[in-house]
């Protein structure tokens, strides 16, 4: 019994780590996102729930509707283009399996900023694909616009968290008895009615998960944005960024983000509700 | 429709527990397969082309980034002849280094203490009966999913807050190098802790009751029996985190201060003051570094379940 004493103090650093540099900062940033600032922009403690009238203000509208289109079309192209994918390699891999999900993986462990760069270098007015169709002779001059649109702004989130789709839908389709398929067969299914009826059913938690994985980090980033896009396809992350780095109004931003982590904690919970036994192979 | 989970559920069981059991599974798949060449409709022909269409966007790229750091000219869509000069360029580049020397040591301190700090958690969650495990377990998975531009935006704030707080004492506490480390930490932990807790709860419990029954101390058995087996797990744990740490933009952006900036803040700067070849150059080491850590992580993770199929085997 004492080893349970023991085990237990275990927990301890860890929790106490988290307490003081997680859940503290929420605190400060629930303040902060209460008060005002003093002459220099410092922030001051004080009662302003007005902070938070702003975040709805008619102004900011249409950054929180952007944001929210640009996460869902996110999540919605990395599915559609995630699932054929996942399925293709869990049940056509083979031997070769476990090798194509690392190099699935793999260009994610490239440095994050590096790229978004990178698509900056193909889709930019000097860029790569400019170049080629210049070197071709078609519609080189003047050069075709991709960067500042909301489609290099999505298809940069989607190539940042395209991964998190495939990873979850793969393991769900690998837990799946394949007889299952052969049954929906037997009973004269189409291929379709067996995929919406047998293999999308069994696979509905990873697509889920792949949705929350893909999906929250989508919502806050701020960085794809601000490389691919312009003052035209600005998100929440970079307005928030904005309060805190570039002379923005401090209480503002901590509002903002008290709103966002609410707006995601509610998307968590009916993640949890649906995923009722969550599995190690889904995180 | 409500049988169905339940027989995955099984299904899956069977495939998780005895990992010997599953390769023998899948070949038998596979080679049913083979001999009963699937009818017209089992793989749709859209597939194998949506597949290899990802696999193209997602190094294209990697590969273009990697092709135009090795460029002569400074263009970004003509191809002069092959030169390291923007490798050169690059290392002659005092800020640059000093950058790269930054994020080493920030990564390399982040993996040595959130893999103590994890791993430690990972033990506490699996074996302590405490009214605190699901509390902590609820917290650590929390920061997993939290945005980072919400986790950074928070920590800048405390950092101030702490500050301003430590001033009154004659201490003087800013945004720094170490901020960048706490917060690096931070996001760490849950990470080192999912994945040392996997191993540990999938590892054979009797196999250190074995140890203990053998005369073994507590101490022993753990350092003799558990820790070992464990060991490439808490390496691939650690070396994972490195790469984060190495590669973090949005945590290090909000925690750090001025003098000496991280190399992802150094290369964020760089993109806005205009596209060099040189980013390629910085980008293309960044990524050799970090993806042949990452391999060596996976291939010890691989052998790590190779170890653990030897000791199911002894164990039965």
């Known amino acids: 019994m004492t080893s349970n004493r023991l085990w237990r103090l275990l927990l301890a650093p860890g929790a106490i780590w988290l307490l003081l540099l997680f859940v503290a900062p929420f605190g400060v940033v629930i303040a902060v996102s209460l008060g005002t600032t003093d002459f220099i922009g410092r922030p001051v403690f004080g009662w302003y729930p007005e902070n938070y009238q702003q975040v709805f203000d008619p102004i900011f509208i249409p950054v929180l509707v952007r944001t929210a289109a640009f996460a869902i079309g996110t999540t919605l192209l990395c599915l559609v283009i995630g699932y054929p994918v996942a399925y293709m390699i869990a049940r056509y891999g083979g031997r070769f399996r476990n090798l194509l999900i690392v190099l699935i993986i793999l260009p994610w462990f490239a440095d994050y900023l590096v790229r978004i760069y990178a698509w900056y270098v193909i889709l930019g007015n000097e860029g790569v694909v400019n170049g080629l169709l210049q070197a071709i002779g078609l519609h080189g001059n003047p050069p075709i616009t991709f960067v500042n649109t909301p489609f290099a702004v999505v298809g940069g989130l989607v190539y940042d968290y395209l991964p998190f789709m495939i990873l979850p839908i793969y393991a769900a389709l690998e837990r799946m008895d394949p007889s299952l398929i052969e049954a929906g067969k037997d009973l004269y299914g189409t291929p379709f009615q067996t995929f919406l009826n047998v293999t999308w059913p069994a696979t509905i938690q990873g697509v889920i998960a792949g949705a929350v994985l893909v999906g929250l980090p989508a919502v806050g980033d701020f960085a794809t944005a601000q490389i691919l896009g312009g003052p035209n396809t600005y998100m929440i992350g970079n307005l928030i960024n904005d309060q805190f780095t570039n002379g923005g109004y401090p209480p503002f931003g901590a509002a903002l983000t008290i709103v966002l982590m609410i707006l995601l904690s509610l998307l968590m919970v009916f993640y949890l509700r649906s995923a009722s036994a969550p599995s190690e192979a889904t995180i | ?316």
């Open chain 2, 1 to 316: 429709m409500s049988e169905r989970p339940q027989v995955l559920r099984a299904g899956s069981a069977v495939i998780e527990q005895p990992r010997i059991a599953a390769p023998a599974a899948q070949t038998s798949s596979i080679t049913t397969g083979r001999r009963r060449p699937p009818r017209g409709f089992d793989r749709p022909r859209f597939l194998p082309m949506v597949t290899a269409l990802v696999f193209i966007y997602l190094f294209a790229p990697i590969l273009v980034v990697t092709w135009f750091s090795f460029n002569s000219k400074q263009s970004l869509n003509v191809f002069g002849t092959p030169s390291l000069k923007w490798y050169d360029q690059l290392i002659h580049d005092p800020i640059i280094t000093g950058s790269l020397f930054a994020s080493v040591e920030i990564a390399l301190v982040t993996m040595v203490v959130s893999t103590v700090i994890g791993t430690l958690l990972a033990f506490g969650l699996v074996r302590a009966r405490s009214r605190f495990s699901r509390p902590t377990d609820i917290l650590m998975l929390l920061n997993l999913v939290s945005p980072e531009v919400v986790t950074g935006v928070a920590l800048l704030l405390v950092f101030s807050e702490a500050g301003g707080f430590l001033l009154q004492f004659g201490i003087q506490f800013g945004l720094s190098l170490t901020t960048v480390v706490l917060g690096h930490i931070t996001f760490s932990i849950a990470y080192v802790t999912i994945i040392v807790r996997g191993r540990l709860a999938a590892l054979n419990r009797e196999v250190e009751e074995a140890a203990l029954d053998l005369g073994a101390t507590n101490v022993g058995a753990m350092r003799l029996v558990t820790l070992p087996l464990l060991w490439p797990a808490i390496i691939a744990s650690g070396l994972l985190v490195f790469v984060m740490s190495f590669d973090d933009f949005i945590t290090s952006y909000f925690t750090t201060g001025v003098g000496v900036e991280p190399l992802p803040l150094r290369i964020y700067s760089m993109i806005h003051f205009g596209v060099t070849p040189e980013i390629n150059a910085v980008g293309t080491l960044m990524m050799v570094m970090t993806i042949a850590i990452v391999l060596a992580a996976l291939a010890l993770f691989t052998r790590q379940q190779n170890a653990r199929q030897e000791l199911a085997f002894l164990a039965e």
